[in-house]
T-cell receptor, first 116, second 117 residues
Framework: DARVTQTPRHKVTEMGQEVTMRCQPI?????VFWYRQTMMQGLELLAY????????DSGMPKDRFSAEMPDATLATLKIQPSEPRDSAVYFC??????????????FGPGTRLTVT | AQKITQTQPGMFVQEKEAVTLDCTYD???????LFWYKQPSSGEMIFLIY??????QNATEGRYSLNFQKARKSANLVISASQLGDSAMYFC??????????????FGQGTRLTINP
């Protein structure tokens, strides 16, 4: 049963520290998405990739956030320096943009980040 | 402007009853897709059902069906014979454009559904 995996599942860190979240998309999927979920803002798209190339990162605060796909099996989201307002659940999702009528996205379990 | 509006923050339904969760959307793109996702208390996002803007029939998946009214720009989720395990947050989402690369989803604020025994 193919799944998107994310590590770590939980992260507590102090303000100012660097945070790196990792995602392994489903093998063969060519699109990867990073979302952030908070009570106030709901689910927001931060960035997404197609065939490892960044397509849209307009939802991401550029001064502290960065997203990369070093290879097809790994996507990373970094926050440096972290701030308390970054506390949220960060979801990674992957999908296919061809050969499917729905282009549905499969979500990982999320990383719950708390910045104190 | 809100692209996806879910007007019911919370709903309470008796077990075995049918329930309709509302979703309206706003787009000027003739090609779009509408999704419903379920988020139980464990936190994962589970895909439920999809409706394409050109689909002639309303989508159905088991106990889930989508009441798609294009002219009204609404895509309500209907759950028949609700079960206790249906208690969760439900999100409506839209993808504009059906061309390659235009894949990002915009989500509504969600509806928290509680099924009472």
């Amino acid at each position: 049963d193919a799944r998107v995996t994310q590590t770590p599942r939980h992260k507590v860190t102090e303000m100012g520290q660097e945070v790196t979240m990792r995602c392994q998309p489903i093998l063969g999927h060519n699109t990867v998405f990073w979302y952030r979920q908070t009570m106030m803002q709901g689910l927001e798209l931060l960035a997404y990739f197609r065939n490892r190339a960044p397509l849209d990162d307009s939802g991401m605060p550029k001064d502290r956030f960065s997203a990369e796909m070093p290879d097809a099996t790994l996507a990373t989201l970094k926050i440096q320096p972290s701030e308390p307002r970054d506390s949220a659940v960060y979801f990674c999702a992957s999908g296919l943009d061809y050969g499917t009528p729905t282009y549905e996205q499969y979500f990982g379990p999320g990383t719950r980040l708390t910045v104190t | 402007a809100q692209k996806i509006t879910q007007t019911q923050p919370g709903m309470f339904v008796q077990e075995k009853e049918a329930v309709t969760l509302d979703c309206t959307y706003d787009t000027s793109d003739p090609s779009y897709g509408l999704f419903w996702y379920k988020q139980p208390s464990s936190g994962e996002m589970i895909f439920l059902i999809y409706q394409g803007s050109y689909d002639q029939q309303n989508a159905t998946e088991g106990r889930y069906s989508l009441n798609f009214q294009k002219a009204r720009k609404s895509a309500n989720l209907v759950i028949s014979a609700s079960q206790l395990g249906d208690s969760a947050m439900y999100f409506c989402a839209m993808r504009e454009g059906l061309i390659q690369g235009a894949q990002k989803l915009v989500f509504g604020q969600g509806t928290r559904l509680t099924i009472n025994p």
